[in-house]
């Protein structure tokens, strides 16, 4: 039987995507001309920029942003130009600029695909989004004992019982998604769930798959994505096996909720609760309860994990900070007690948990937008309807015009300012600037800041009042770079040890 040879089977396809993805990225680039490009913008070489890109977004942002700080660059990706923004002015013109003009929703579609990592009603019906912004932050002072008992309970499980006498390695990565899941789950779905060591493991690896599907999906032209999600994602798979734990907990509330009313005595005060009291009848199935709680559970894990594993890393890799923590958190706690106000008073936590987020951050950029519209920015640039852009927030935190010494970490940097200018809200951890955008700036600032920055600052506060924590080596592990992704070192291990004072 006539055959064809495997380079050419495979070779055809792949040359007419490219030449696809060619015709797409030359109508961009026409449109694009007046912003200036980093690298080269010839045909062949436009692919080899967009992989330079996939793995060392980092150094090529930093390139565009030293060639062309105080305007806007272009950089290639496979799927089309991306635009980035250098200073606060321009950052402020895209917070300003109407979701008509610049959609938050369709660009974090886009990066993320919600469609087909998540579901499609998750990106047509963001009603989690109000949820989460005004329930969760408004019940976070009365949530905050069981979310604590739930950290501690936790580091007890994960650190080993021969680091009450000597170090013990642990695993950092692994075990901060386990502890972040068991907290967050806490206030999502409550106990007994909670610590489910299958509920937890479909969680934390629901979230990577979202993540990396997101960035295989990306290297698709638009018409191959349907396709794509199919082959690449496990969301169906996902969804059952959460179905698998939620259904007899939503069932049982239901059944009180029909003998006893909405506000039957005894009823959770946690996520699952409000979804059920705010989802309309298509949002009210089984499927789709479960499908918001995997999706608040991507949110929380992906972005919590990593800045909390940054943060223990310049921990264990900077000893320095240990002690002065220590007298700050035992001080608060001793007024306070373990409360959502002690957490309030811990001005060096604070500024530590932020600095981390400043120095290493969540990702290379912030802040996406698709134009929806063509865009001019004050400047006269011209942004052609279709274009993505973003700030390049990695060079932005780092410019030392910005934050003195900014490629040097200094964990109480903020507390510093906070306590030269007297005021006390302006350089929180959750407070978002032009020049200070992990979280995002202005109404599409990450809606649930306010429960991973408690959150977090708990993990930190337990951590320092209970154990020391070092690196063998003394080393910083080093971060690596998927697409925009900053990701720290997954197989670093932090050494622990109880307290010896």
């Not at 990106?123 to 989690?128: D, R, S």
């Not at 009180?256 to 409000?274: A, V």
Request: hydrophobic share 40%; proline share 5%; with cysteine.
């Amino acid at each position: 039987m006539f055959s064809l040879h495997p380079a050419i089977l495979y070779g055809i396809p792949l040359l007419s995507l490219f030449w696809l993805f060619h015709l797409r990225s030359a109508r961009s680039r026409r449109s694009l001309d007046a912003i200036p490009a980093v690298g080269s913008t010839s045909p062949i070489l436009y692919y080899i920029e967009a992989f330079r890109f996939l793995t060392r977004s980092d150094s090529v942002l930093q390139e565009g942003y030293n060639k062309y700080k105080g305007g806007l660059f272009r950089i290639p990706r496979f799927d089309g130009w991306r635009v980035y923004v250098t200073t606060p002015e321009l950052v402020e013109e895209i917070r300003k600029a109407p979701d008509d003009v610049l959609s938050f929703a369709e660009a974090t579609n886009n990066e993320i695909q919600i469609t087909y990592t998540l579901g499609k009603n998750v990106h047509e019906n963001g009603y989690h989004v109000p949820i989460i912004r005004s329930q969760l932050t408004r019940n976070l002072a009365v949530l905050f004992p069981t979310i604590r008992d739930e950290i501690v309970a936790a580091f007890n499980d994960i650190i080993p019982k021969e680091a009450e006498k000597d170090w013990v390695e642990v695993s950092a990565m692994q075990s901060i998604m386990q502890v972040i899941c068991r907290a967050s789950n806490r206030v999502f779905v409550g106990l007994p769930k909670c610590r489910d060591p299958a509920y937890i493991k479909l969680n934390t690896s629901f979230t990577l798959d979202v993540v990396f599907g997101a960035v295989i999906i990306n290297l698709f032209p638009d018409f191959l994505r349907p396709l794509a999600g199919r082959l690449f994602t496990n969301l169906d798979k996902s969804i059952q096996r959460g179905i698998n734990h939620l259904k007899p907990i939503i069932e049982e509330r239901r059944k009180q909720r029909q003998e006893y009313g909405l506000d039957y005595e005894g009823k959770p005060n946690d996520m699952l609760s409000w979804f059920m009291d705010e989802a309309d009848a298509n949002e009210s199935t089984i499927e789709n309860l479960t499908r918001r709680i995997l999706t608040v559970n991507f949110a929380a894990i992906h972005t919590s994990s990593t800045s909390f594993t940054q943060a223990l890393y310049n921990l264990a890799s900077r000893p320095e900070y240990i002690a002065p923590l220590r007298e700050e958190i035992n001080a608060v706690v001793a007024e306070h007690g373990w409360t959502k106000t002690a957490m309030q008073k811990m001005r060096k936590l604070d500024s530590f948990m932020k600095e981390s987020q400043r120095f290493e951050g969540l990702g290379a950029t912030s802040m996406s937008r698709l134009a929806l519209k063509d865009f001019v920015f004050s400047d006269g640039t011209f942004v052609p309807e279709g274009t993505i852009l973003a700030v390049a927030s990695g060079p932005l935190h780092h410019d030392g015009a910005v934050y003195p010494h900014g490629s040097n970490f200094d964990g109480f940097r903020f507390a510093n300012i906070r306590e030269e200018e007297g005021e006390g809200t302006r350089h929180q951890m959750v407070a978002t600037t032009a020049v200070y955008v992990s979280f995002g700036h202005g109404r599409h600032a990450c809606p649930g800041r306010f429960f991973a920055a408690n959150e977090l600052k708990t993990m930190m506060a337990h951590i320092v009042s209970s154990y020391d924590v070092k690196f063998a080596d003394g080393m910083l592990p080093v971060n690596t770079y998927f697409a925009t992704a900053c990701v720290p070192d997954r197989k670093a291990k932090v050494l622990f040890r109880k307290r010896q004072d």
